[in-house]
């Protein structure tokens, strides 16, 4: 979606204060079990990864409306071109932070979801960076630069992962 320059920064903004109010949720209710705390924001954390996998490879390439979005999208990297703001917290907070609080609880369902979030958030900010920053050769900066910039120009099959190319190797979209 055609965004503003303010739209298309507004995650930057928001998502750590979404992070920071579940994580305060989370920690409300005392005695608080910090080992299955820390467990659930890490498993969040890795959810997203996989989910940013599963969305870019057949929500973003295959489903016809959002797919003529994203095409706009790679033409054109630099543009205010992507998801607003409104649009993937609603998607979290109906998908992933109300079916998590009913099935573990507010403490363990908020830890999740703030995971998740600040996954996102990081999502969000390693796909400015390869498209907005000059990265130093050797960097991990350089190398995501690198495999993305193959899923945009040449291999657009290949290497849907944005933060990690780990569920490129897993599920074989890796570019060769
Ligand atoms: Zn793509
Ligand atoms: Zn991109």
Redesign the pocket.
């Known amino acids: 979606m055609q965004l503003t320059r303010a739209g298309y920064l507004a995650d930057f903004y928001v998502y750590p204060g979404f992070a920071l109010a579940l994580a305060a949720l989370a920690l409300a209710p005392a005695p608080r079990p910090w080992p299955a705390l820390a467990c659930a924001a890490g498993a969040g954390l890795v959810t997203w990864t996989l989910l940013e996998y599963v969305l870019h490879r057949w929500l973003f390439h295959r489903v016809s409306w959002i797919r003529e979005q994203h095409e706009a ?1 790679h033409r054109d ?1 630099q543009a205010f071109v992507g998801t607003p703001t409104w649009l993937s917290l609603l998607a979290i907070s109906a998908l992933v932070m109300l079916p998590s609080l009913l099935e573990w609880g507010v403490a363990i369902g908020s830890s999740f979801t703030a995971g998740l979030a600040l996954g996102y958030l990081w999502y969000a900010a390693v ?1 400015y960076a390869v ?1 907005h920053w000059r990265a130093t050769p050797g960097s991990a900066l350089f190398r995501l630069k690198r495999l ?1 910039a193959m899923h ?1 120009h040449r291999e657009a099959a290949a290497n849907f992962g944005v933060t990690t190319p780990f569920w490129d190797r897993v599920f074989r979209t890796s570019s060769r």
Do not use: T
């Open positions: 999208h990297p796909h498209h993305h945009h």
